[in-house]
């Protein structure tokens, strides 16, 4: 853990409390840091409902337990890393989560955060990790794992905000990272990296922009992950991996 981790505490992370899903100790598995030791904590609630979502049980049935922000802290110390990951569901629907973010930072955590970028919050980020979800996300009546369309439209309206993207662009370091269930969706991350290109002040580099094989188990990786590589090297972008995937399959708590 960092030198100045075990700070104390203070009335706010007493009062506030998140709802978490899960709080547990791994290899950062994508992007940037990918194999760094890390500290992930799963807020739950989401306001979107990609049909793929690899944590279900944050978005579609959301379930959790209410923490304090001591006792997430507390239980973040516990472990010995540098790094922490607040991901979710989408961690920054919650007020708390700025809390929570410069509690860390205060104690010297290199903070993460996993977002969809439809929500910007100006708080303790030293990576912003965007997934903007693009338009193979939406749970169409036939992808939708509850089988009614019912977040179809609410989905669509709601997945993507240049204005917030552009401005998590100009406030931290970065990475635009996009799953990808097949080429047809290059057309369109080209589309999107030029338009938050042109809203932002900040430059976006092309090892920014990270192209992730769609896949939660092994196996469904097998299936994608060489033609995303290939994707990537024909674009220019980066190819991440799914270590965690590679490493664990799909076991809880990876
Ligand atoms: S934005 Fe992320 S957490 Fe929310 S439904 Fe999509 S994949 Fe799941």
């Not at 794992?145 to 709601?158: I, V």
């Not at 635009?176 to 969706?185: A, G």
């Amino acid at each position: 853990m960092p030198v100045n981790a075990d700070a104390g505490t203070d009335t706010k992370t007493e009062a506030h409390s998140l709802p978490i899903n899960e709080l547990f100790y791994s290899l950062q598995g994508e992007g940037k840091l990918a194999g760094v030791p890390t500290v992930f904590v799963r807020t739950s609630g989401c306001n979107l409902r990609c049909w793929f979502c690899d944590s279900y049980h944050t978005s579609w049935e959301p379930t959790h337990a209410q923490m304090t922000i001591t006792e997430i802290v507390k239980e973040v110390e516990s472990y010995d890393a540098n790094h922490v990951v607040v991901t979710g569901g989408e961690p920054l629907v919650h007020e708390e989560t700025n809390i929570l973010l410069d509690r860390l930072s205060d104690a010297g955590y290199h903070t993460t955060v996993e977002t969809n970028g439809t929500l910007f919050r100006d708080t303790a980020i030293d990576l912003a990790s965007i997934s903007p979800k693009l338009a193979s996300s939406t749970p169409t009546a036939e992808r939708d794992p509850k089988g009614d369309g019912e977040w179809a439209e609410r989905h669509e309206e709601r997945r993507i905000d240049i204005d917030a993207l552009a401005k998590f662009v100009d406030s931290y370091e970065t990475q635009l990272k996009f799953v990808v269930t097949d080429e047809s969706d290059l057309e369109e991350i080209e589309t999107l990296v030029s338009k938050i290109r042109d809203a932002a002040d900040a430059p976006i580099r092309d090892t920014d922009v990270l192209l992730m094989p769609e896949g939660a188990t092994r196996e469904r990786l097998d299936e994608n992950r060489e033609r995303v590589a290939e994707l990537a090297m024909e674009y220019g972008y980066r190819y991440t991996p799914r270590l965690h995937v590679d490493l664990w399959n799909d076991a809880p708590g990876t």
